[in-house]
């Protein structure tokens, strides 16, 4: 079965510093996909980054990374230059390729994340 | 463009009362799902769609029920609603699953209230 765990339930970082938010995972599905999304306090949910299971480079997209390390089945997101506009639950999500998981995607419990000024 | 409307916005049911929350989608996407919010739990998923006339159990459907008689939209039913059914509840819709770098759109949420 699917589960995505989420260690850290809240995390303060320095304005201007980089963190790291931490995702583990567990599949049995060779093909699957691995997704962050930020949620302010303001409750929409914001897709960050995206990462595939055959992808060789770990993914990026602005002051976003994505440490994927297959082996350990982990995709920790890295944000680097933290501003105060950071301060937001995030969650990591996972969807499952043509496996019993039947592509439906599921979600961790999120890390709550502050940025102090 | 709208997106993902999901409707009511609130709501504030009596123990026993029935309601259907609305998702409307104009992505023309295959995929959409119904998620509730709570406290140190995340995202959990109530029930899912592959397309059109389709509906599938996900990690926690007991109380709900879900149609999708037509692709744009994804109804989620309580017949007679319970305090623990107190929660935000999100609606997303996606491409089809095949395309696996595909993210879901989500809907503003629906926070309901059961007294």
């Known amino acids: 079965a699917q589960k995505i765990t989420q260690t850290q339930p809240g995390m303060f970082v320095q304005e201007k510093e980089a963190v790291t938010l931490d995702c583990t995972y567990d599949?049995?599905?060779?093909?699957?996909?691995l997704f962050w999304y930020k949620q302010p306090s303001s409750g929409e949910m914001i897709f960050l980054i995206y990462?595939?299971?055959?992808?060789?480079q770990n993914a990026t997209e602005g002051r976003y990374s994505l440490n994927f390390q297959k082996a350990r089945k982990s995709a920790n997101l890295v944000i680097s230059a933290s501003q105060l506009g950071d301060s937001a639950m995030y969650f990591c999500?996972?969807?499952?390729?043509?496996?019993?998981?039947?592509?439906?995607?599921?979600f961790g419990a999120g890390t709550r994340l502050f940025v102090k000024a | 463009n709208a997106g993902v409307t999901q409707t009511p916005k609130f709501r504030v049911l009596k123990t026993g009362q029935s309601m259907t929350l609305l998702c409307a989608q104009d992505?023309?996407?295959?995929?959409m799902y119904w998620y509730r919010q709570d406290p140190g739990m995340g995202l959990r998923l109530i029930h899912y769609?592959?397309?059109?006339?389709?509906?599938a159990k996900g990690e926690v459907p007991d109380g709900y029920n879900v149609s999708r008689l037509k692709k744009q939209n994804f109804l989620l039913g309580l017949e007679s609603a319970a305090p623990s059914q107190t929660s935000v509840y999100f609606c997303?819709?996606?491409?089809?699953?095949?395309?696996?770098?595909?993210?879901?759109?989500f809907g503003q949420g629906t926070r309901l209230t059961v007294v």
């Open positions: 999500a996972m969807r499952e390729g043509r496996g019993t998981g039947g592509f439906k995607t599921i």
């Open positions: 997303a819709s996606s491409y089809s699953g095949a395309r696996m770098n595909t993210e879901a759109f």
């Open positions: 599949t049995s599905d060779p093909s699957y996909g």
């Open positions: 769609s592959v397309g059109e006339g389709t509906t």
């Open positions: 990462q595939g299971s055959y992808d060789q």
């Open positions: 992505m023309n996407h295959e995929y």
